[in-house]
């Protein structure tokens, strides 16, 4: 039947079918083209060799490396989710002990790794995150949720604090050129080869394939090892990548001054510039936002799946309440509404240029998490990190107010400067470079999977949906055959907020890599009451302890049926956006 014979409300079924099929069939196509990438093979498992206490005698050879412990930890010392993680076998050390020419102070980078006793054959590099600075346990979990872990699934795992101890004055580390850069890229590229041969020592082989991931700035590691280490890695999770991190921070220092500018008591504290758009208010702009773009995806269900189009439909300065009388929670002023609205823009110049991604409208704004990033971090990490880790020059030390007070344009500027101390700019040594032109991973077969919060009020999900959308340009429209990206509607930083936040990525991504299985939709759950990975007390009252959804590989979103239980994923399908489906281009986003 030609189309246009139909009537009007079977050529809208008929486009909609079609938009679809568009889906399925670039993934079939996309099958089909997988066959030129290499296959990598899988890994194969095998048992540690003698006792982890013998091990440090074969590791005294290493390079540059001071091995302080190798101790055997028993099944159950460590739990994930309540379960006991498998005897292992902890090595501890420190690579390049140094003093630092600028401030004096010793620097090394200190690491630990974690060896099963019965190995998976695979390298598991976690990276950390905030500023680094702390050698979390290496268990290789993410996020806030996780009921997996690598460490749990047999890697051997390796955790370092990139080469500076919070312990020594946290950001001040900032101060030495060498710590910035190991901070930035050079930690990661050190300890790769050792921990490689630390493996090849305990198992009498080196992995077969190897991994790197991790969360915010762990998610910034792992896009900068992909650009800079690729020959390195076979496996890529970048949750909430803040690759473009310096100008993350100095967007955060733009919006806390937009929020100063209308606080009702003192901004130098955190309650003080939380005055300025309350838990309430968030709320409220929450629930606007709801309103409009809730049904979209089908169901009124608290999760805006259909992102892009939401955009379309909600307007701030419209659609949000103005307050007529006091604020009480229900509405905002309108001078509150002129201070916040670019906030969600985008952070600009003077001139109105902007230097960092917008941040899309969401459910998940009156989450506390939102807080924290909002109104505690530009005091209390936002102004440490760009004043004496990302400047050049570095100033020797910082008040809480420094955001408060910063030259956001001047300081836009130090931050693609160097000088004769600082040879490298912060833009230069914690971005990746050529962030997008990712030829070696796909060559090599090496997959990518990302996921991003969409209330994710730090690393906009936008910045993230940018970097694939150049992956994809610059890979002639292909980049699904190497890396998949999954926003996760109402989830905050990492985890949190109202979403089904906890979903297994490592095992999806190692079957893509090892099997050449392809990720589709992943199945992400909420982690309501009685929930073994943690209690998300974010939950809206409203849902099943164990609501599950489709995480959809973007540009996909998960509508509706239209039957079946709402609170179970089998009643929801990856599609299209509606945009996309009425034939609107999909590349109309303002974020960048
Ligand atoms: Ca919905």
Redesign the pocket.
Known sequence: MNPKSMPKSMRCAAVAAFGAALVTAAVADNGRHREHLPQLTPAQPAPLLGTCEALSGALAALANTTITATTSVAAGTLTLAGAPVPAHCRVVGRMFDRTSPVDGKSYSINFEMRLPLSWNGRFWHQGNGGIDGAVVTATGTLGGGPTTGALMQGFAVLSSDAGHTNAQGGPAFGLDPQARLDYGYQAVGKLTPMAKQTIAAAYGKGPDRSYIGGCSNGGRHTLVAAARYADEYDGYLAGAPGYNLPLAALANIFGAQRYASVATADPSTPPGLGSAYTAAERTTVSNAV?AR??????????????TRTCQRAFNFMRDVPTCSGVRDGSCLSLAQKIAIEPIYRGATTRNGERFYAGFPYDSGFGAGGIAFWEFTAPLALDSGAVGQIFKVPPVPTVAPTFSLDLDIDATLAQLFATDATYTESAMQFMTPPQATQLHDVRARGAKMLVYHGVSDQIFSVKDTEKWYRGVDHRSGGRAEDFVRFYPV?GMGHCSGGPATDQADFITPLVAWVEQGRAPAALTASARGVGNVGGVNAELPAAWAANRSRPLCPYPSVAF?KGQGDVESASSFVCRAPRGNRRGHGAHDDDGD
């Open positions: 709801l773009c809730d049904a979209l995806d089908g169901a009124t269900d608290g999760l805006i799946q259909d509607p509706y």
